[in-house]
């Protein structure tokens, strides 16, 4: 099995061109399953769909949540899908295998108030401030996530002609940039970044104090400390952030259709998460144009 899997993958990272936290996810998981096969000495060519749902079982009784589940048993039907066009099976053990139902949670939003408090936290008076600011200015002006955002490069963003090239999944989209992410995003360039940066080479957007690219980890602490200095009692992430855009963008009337494509949604039935957040004005706007509302 080891051999396979490092064929799987070897697959999801040069050809699927998965990002390195999706990947590090499908090893995961499916070290854990092949753990699972050793333990109960059972072969991964010869695995039975009752052989899956008794993994299942085992997972929640380990108290795994639900989603954690459906990830798990998506990742094990992606490798034997592998293995069956690879003809190392004769039939596909997780064929009939339901994952348990995830129950939708609302997302976490910011109002407009809070964002503009939130973005008026960092002060472009030094290097760190002027950063910052253009750091949380774009995140609000794009939606995208926090992974895209440290992995992009400064050639990534066109700054005259207001937007930027999101390449970081095997999906390309070009998101438009407002005035108040430009006007930020040319001050840090212009008298920040170069400052930071201690390699000319170095060619990520957001460097941390190092020059270096800027982590995850750092993201979410910078979001973390400016919250706490807008005093907002919410809980703050980057992706509270990607809400916000979303639900904003729609409350003020935006399509949902182009929504989807500037968050990088490939199911728009993960954009209409964001219906349930519309303006009472847009609903009634409907009632009075539409002829049968």
């Not at 749902?53 to 639900?66: E, F, R, T």
């Not at 005259?160 to 390309?172: F, I």
């Amino acid at each position: 099995m080891e051999r396979q899997l490092k064929n799987f993958f070897d697959f999801l990272e040069n050809e699927r061109k998965l990002s390195a936290n999706t990947l590090e996810s499908y090893r995961r998981d499916l070290r854990q399953f092949s753990d699972f096969l050793d333990e109960n000495n059972i072969n991964y060519t010869k695995v039975k769909e009752d052989n899956i749902k008794d993994y299942i079982i085992a997972l929640q009784k380990q108290g795994k949540k639900a989603s954690s589940i459906s990830r798990c048993i998506a990742s094990i039907r992606s490798f034997y899908q592998y293995i069956l066009k690879k003809k190392k099976i004769k039939e596909d053990p997780t064929a009939n295998i339901q994952a348990p139902k995830i129950e939708k949670r609302t997302p976490s939003v910011l109002t407009a108030k809070e964002v503009e408090l939130l973005l008026n936290q960092p002060k472009p008076v030094d290097l760190k401030g002027i950063r910052d600011k253009a750091m949380l200015e774009f995140a609000y002006a794009t939606g995208m996530r926090v992974t895209e955002i440290i992995s992009l490069n400064v050639e990534d963003v066109h700054l005259k002609e207001a937007y930027v090239t999101c390449a970081h999944s095997n999906k390309q989209r070009n998101i438009p940039l407002g005035k108040m992410a430009i006007k930020a995003l040319e001050d840090y360039l212009q008298n920040a970044r170069d400052i930071l940066i201690k390699d000319e080479n170095e060619k990520a957007l957001f460097v941390n104090v190092n020059g270096t690219r800027l982590t995850r980890q750092g993201f979410w602490k910078i979001i973390k400390y400016y919250k706490e200095q807008a005093h907002i009692t919410k809980d703050i992430t980057p992706h509270v952030l990607r809400h916000s855009f979303a639900t904003h963008l729609l409350q003020n009337g935006a399509d949902l259709k182009a929504i989807q494509t500037m968050l990088g949604h490939s199911d728009i039935s993960s954009t209409q998460i964001y219906m349930q957040f519309q303006d009472e004005s847009i609903r009634n706007i409907y009632k009075k144009a539409h002829p049968r509302a």
